[in-house]
């Protein structure tokens, strides 16, 4: 239960760092700055909402692709890995542009 609870503790500080983070890098660049409360929701989106369901849907392409079809154990962890890049890569980019 202990351990449990450290893990949790552990996810909150690192959201919270990577809030922070984010705000800063913004104002650095000079954007305008936003609301905390909208930083925290599309960050909140990204990590524990979008996160998950892509890796979930790349865990089921790769068992898909490996052991149904039978492909390379590489080729069937590269092709969902890429797409799953290629989908989050620029959502994480745009926290920083607006």
Request: proline share 5%; net charge positive; hydrophobic share 60%.
């Given at each position: 239960m202990l351990d449990f609870l450290?893990?949790?503790?552990?996810?909150?500080?690192?959201?919270?760092?990577?809030?922070?983070?984010?705000?800063?890098?913004?104002?650095?660049?000079?954007?305008?700055?936003?609301?905390?409360?909208?930083?925290?929701?599309?960050?909140?989106?990204?990590?524990?909402?979008?996160?998950?369901?892509?890796?979930?849907?790349?865990?089921?392409?790769?068992?898909?692709?490996?052991?149904?079809?039978?492909?390379?154990?590489?080729l069937s962890f590269a092709l969902?890995?890429?797409?799953?890049?290629?989908?989050?890569?620029?959502?994480?980019l745009e926290l920083f542009r607006?």
């Amino acid at each position: 239960m202990l351990d449990f609870l450290w893990n949790f503790i552990a996810s909150v500080v690192e959201w919270l760092a990577d809030l922070f983070v984010l705000r800063r890098v913004r104002s650095a660049k000079g954007k305008q700055s936003r609301p905390w409360q909208d930083d925290a929701k599309d960050l909140a989106v990204l990590d524990w909402w979008l996160l998950p369901l892509y890796a979930t849907a790349a865990t089921g392409a790769f068992l898909l692709l490996y052991l149904a079809l039978d492909w390379p154990i590489w080729l069937s962890f590269a092709l969902p890995a890429a797409v799953v890049a290629w989908r989050l890569v620029p959502r994480y980019l745009e926290l920083f542009r607006r």
